[in-house]
């Protein structure tokens, strides 16, 4: 089965920018769907982000739509969360999941869990 780390996260002013990473080991990468979730202290998981396993087709959530990006390279096992113009909003515990096939923006779709990466962004 896939293994999932995270990195990347870190404390970031309100406007700027970070760059989180994926990093899948073990089963076939290309086979899998991959998707951002994220929790903020006291909320739900909330969905981020999906990308299908060849990465042409994306899927975002409402509050991060043009402003966040996900994108993977299949070669090197690895899937990317460009976010831009980052709000306090966005402070949170960023995790990344996978599924076998098809995406879904449904965290109870995902078996395999990565164990998160720390972003906080000040005001």
């Known amino acids: 089965q896939v293994q999932l780390v995270e990195s990347g996260g870190g404390l970031v002013q309100a406007g700027g920018s970070l760059r989180l990473s994926c990093a899948a080991s073990?089963?076939?990468?290309?086979?899998?769907?991959v998707a951002w979730f994220r929790q903020a202290p006291g909320k739900e998981r909330e969905f981020v982000s999906a990308i299908s396993r060849t990465g042409s087709n994306t899927v975002d959530g409402d509050s991060v739509k043009g402003r966040f990006t996900m994108s993977r390279e299949n070669a090197k096992n690895t899937v990317y969360l460009q976010m831009n113009s980052l709000k306090p909003d966005d402070t949170a515990v960023y995790y990344c999941a996978a599924r076998f096939l098809q995406l879904s923006r449904y965290r109870r779709d995902y078996p395999y869990w990565g164990q998160g990466t720390q972003v906080t962004v000040s005001s």
């Open positions: 073990r089963g076939t990468f290309s086979a899998y769907s």
